[in-house]
C-alpha cells in the first residue's frame, strides 16, 4: 500500500507497519462529529517516528551504484524520546549498530529501553542541542577513527558508514510519514467507506505535518501528479489542523508573525513538541495551501494533559501528553469552532475527521495519575 513499496525479501526488512484506523464512539459524541483515530502509538518503537526515521534508515542501507566495498551502517542519533527509541528499534531491526546521544535530562526507563535494544548510549548536556553538537563533533569523530583502526588492523572487509538521523527534518523522514495518509485513504474508502474532510496532528518540529501535508497535497502521491487530496476527500482536499502547547508553540508563533520565527525556550510540558522552530518546509506548506487548508492552533498543557487522562480511561491507551494535544480540542469543544465553521449542526454531524494518535514514550500510569492531580480540577470537561 502507498507509495513507498514494502522491501524485497531479499532486502531488509520494513521497520514500520500499517496501522489500525478505528471509529472512536467517545470522541465522536464529545465533538459533535465523527472522529477515527490512526493509530500510530502501536508503531515497532510506540510511536509514528518509527515510520519516518525507519523510512530513512531503510533507504540509507540499499546499495547505490557508487559503493564499491560492502559498507554496512552505524547509526547516530540525539534524542531522549520518540526519535531515539525510534532510531534504536530501527537498527535493532535491520541489525545495525545505533549510538544515541542523551542529555542529562533523559529519563531512566527510556535509557533502559535503548540499551535493551542494544544501542549504545551517551549521556551529555543540559539539553538536546548540547547533546546533538556532542554527537556531531566528538561521538562520531571518534567512532569513524576506531572504525578506520579497526579496518587497518583486519584488512580491506565491511567498511563502516557514519549516518546521522535527525530528529525530523530531512526529506525521507517527511516521505516515510506520508506513508500514513496511503493507509488513511484506503482505510477510509474501504473500511469505512466514507471521505475524509479533517486530519488532526500535533506539530513539534514538523515532520509528521510534513508527511500529511505530503500525502495530501504532494504531486508524487497518484498518477494525475496533483496529491491525493481531492480522491479521498470526495472530491476537495481535506483541512489539516495542527495542534501545539501554548510554550512549545513554534509553528503558531510563525503564523501570528507571518513568517518563519524562532522561539526564545520550551516551558510546555509537552517535551516531545520541544522544537525551537519548525522545518522551513511545514512553513512553506502554510504559504502554499494557505490558512483556511492548514489551520494553526493551540491548547494549554493542562488540556493536553487532561486529554491524555480521558483518552486513557474511554480508549484504554496511555499516550503522552504531546499526542493529548492533538485530542484536546474534541475534548474542549474548539474542533468545530476550527474546521466546522459555517456548518450547520447536521453538515457537522455528518463530517469526517481523522486523529493521529502519535504515541509517546514520555507516559505511564503514574504521569496520568499526576497529571489528574494537578489538572483535573483546572479541567471541566474532564
Sequence with gaps: MGSVSSPAASEPPKPWIETPLIYSGPLSNAAGCNVYLKLENVQPSGSFKSRGIGYMMLRSTLPSSSEGTPQKNHFFCSSAGNAGLACATTAHTLSCPA????PNSAREPVLRRLRGLGA??????????????HLREVVMPASALEDLQDETENGQGQKTKQVYVPPFDHEDIWAGAATLMDEVAEQMKTVHRTCLDAMVCNVGGGGLLNGIMEGLWGPTRNKGGKGMGKEVG???EPRVLAIETVGADCFNQSVQAGKLV??????SIAASLGALQVSRKTWEWREQVGEENLVSATVTDAEAAMASVRFADEHRMLVEVSCGATLAPAYNGDLKKYMGKGLSDEEWKNFNVVMVVCGGSHISVDVLQQYREEYGKEISWA
Design 120 to 133: 549504545t548510549v551517551v549521556i551529555h548536556g543540559t539539553s538536546w542541542f548540547e547533546a546533538d553538537t
Design 262 to 267: 524562532k522561539i526564545k525556550g520550551v516551558t
Design 99 to 102: 549510538t544515541i546521544v542523551v
Design 234 to 236: 470526495g472530491g476537495k
